[in-house]
Every structure is written in C-alpha cells, then in structure tokens.
C-alpha cells in the first residue's frame, strides 16, 4: 500500500510504501522532532511508488520526502482511499494519528472516520493475512508429520506399522 504522510505544520509530503501505513507513522513518528500525519493511501506497489516518484520529482526534496505543492496535494485528494487533512489525533494524549505511547484506537482518534472503501480494504487485508497465517500452520504441520515419519526409531525401524 502507498502512504502519503505530511510532517506538520504544512510540511513535506513523504510517499512510501508499506503493508500498514498506520504503523509506518507510528515508526518514523518515534524518530521525528515533527508532528506526523497520515493524508491518505492508496493501494499500488514498488514499481506504483516509483511512478508516483517521477510524476512529482520536480518536487523531491530528499528520500522519499516532496514539497508539499498544490498539484500533489490534489494527487493525493484524487487518488487515495482515504484523504485527511484533519489533525488525527490519539484522544489521551494528543499524539499524532495512532499513538506510540499509548496505542490509542481508532475510534479514540479525534476527527478520524474510514471510509467504506477502506473498511473493505481492510477487512480484505485481515482475511489474507489470516488465509496465510493457517496454510503457514498447515504447512509446518505437514512438515512436522513428514520428519516424524522419516525419523527411524532406535530399534532399528523406520517407524510404527500399519499392520
């Protein structure tokens, strides 16, 4: 997924690309003196942020950091999932979008709805992850049982019998 993240107050706009963006803030928020904002994602890949990187390298400022221009903020308004220039805030202690410190929910977060587009994404995102996460057992499982087989016992034989 493509994240667009602004540090305030109406900062550079970073475009990266990360499985969640939620968590990506919160990591470079941890490194930051800026308060950091999540403005939106959209669903792409590597060679998505590289085209995204060229249609606004006129802009680049250093990594993956850009001027925030009119013609981008417009981009990011256009093509993301979900857009927000609001102020996200955690409502126990006032960090930026979702809080290191305190983890705060997104339904704690000041201002902050998803849209049904992201719902759907999400709930789409959780389903993988659970589909890979059972073949993943199934898989070691499987493995498990075939070293077991294989494995000859100290009388000599290659495993109990079937008959």
Partial sequence: MIYFIQ???NGRIKIGKAASPEKRLIHL????????KLLGTKEGDAEEEKRIHTLFYKHWSHGEWFEPVPELI???KRE?????????ECKKCGHAWMCPVCAGAPSERAGHTKSP?????????V???RRRKALR???RAAEAAAEQAATPIEDGSQ???RF
């Fill in 7 to 9: 540090a305030e107050p």
């Fill in 29 to 36: 928020q941890i490194g930051s003196p800026m308060r950091l």
């Fill in 74 to 76: 417009e981009f990011i």
């Fill in 80 to 88: 993301s999932i979900e857009f927000s220039l609001c102020r996200c």
């Fill in 117 to 125: 587009k992201r719902v759907a994404a999400g709930k789409k995102a």
């Fill in 127 to 129: 389903e993988t992850r």
């Fill in 137 to 139: 057992q199934e898989q």
């Fill in 159 to 161: 495993g109990p019998s």
